[in-house]
């Protein structure tokens, strides 16, 4: 399975984007829960947003709840994180990882519960 997240770029403040993240593959389909995390320069890699499914399981970080949605789109095997009301701290590198399990919330937000992960996309918000 090979995750390959896009649609980064560089925006305003208060502005939006929606980042796709393509899962290919021939047990993409078996790719049950995505999530998206992100890295700031000399920051830790954090949670974003996870969903399982058709939307079991959907949770967001507390910094972007109300802000970000994230939804799958089965028949293209894509996960969309639309990102609205952009802020400077949402500046990183944004990558999307999946698994083949169907994790529970309490787990969503572990980097290690995610088997393949793909490569970021930059996010740069500023005036």
């Known amino acids: 399975v090979q995750l390959q997240a896009s649609g980064g770029g560089l925006v305003q403040p208060g502005t939006s984007l929606r980042l796709s993240c393509a899962v290919s593959g021939r047990t993409a389909r078996n790719t049950v829960t995505v999530a998206w995390f992100r890295q700031a320069p000399g920051k830790e890699r954090e949670f974003v947003a996870a969903r399982r499914g058709s939307g079991t399981m959907i949770t967001y970080a507390d910094s972007v709840k109300g802000r970000f949605t994230i939804s799958r789109d089965n028949a293209k095997n894509t996960v969309y994180l639309q990102m609205n009301g952009l802020k400077p701290e949402d500046t990183a590198v944004h990558y999307c990882?999946?698994?083949?399990?169907?994790?529970?919330?309490?787990?969503?937000?572990?980097?290690?519960?995610?088997?393949?992960w793909g490569k970021g996309t930059q996010v740069t918000v500023s005036s």
């Open positions: 990882a999946g698994s083949p399990l169907g994790i529970i919330t309490s787990q969503a937000r572990r980097g290690d519960i995610y088997d393949n």
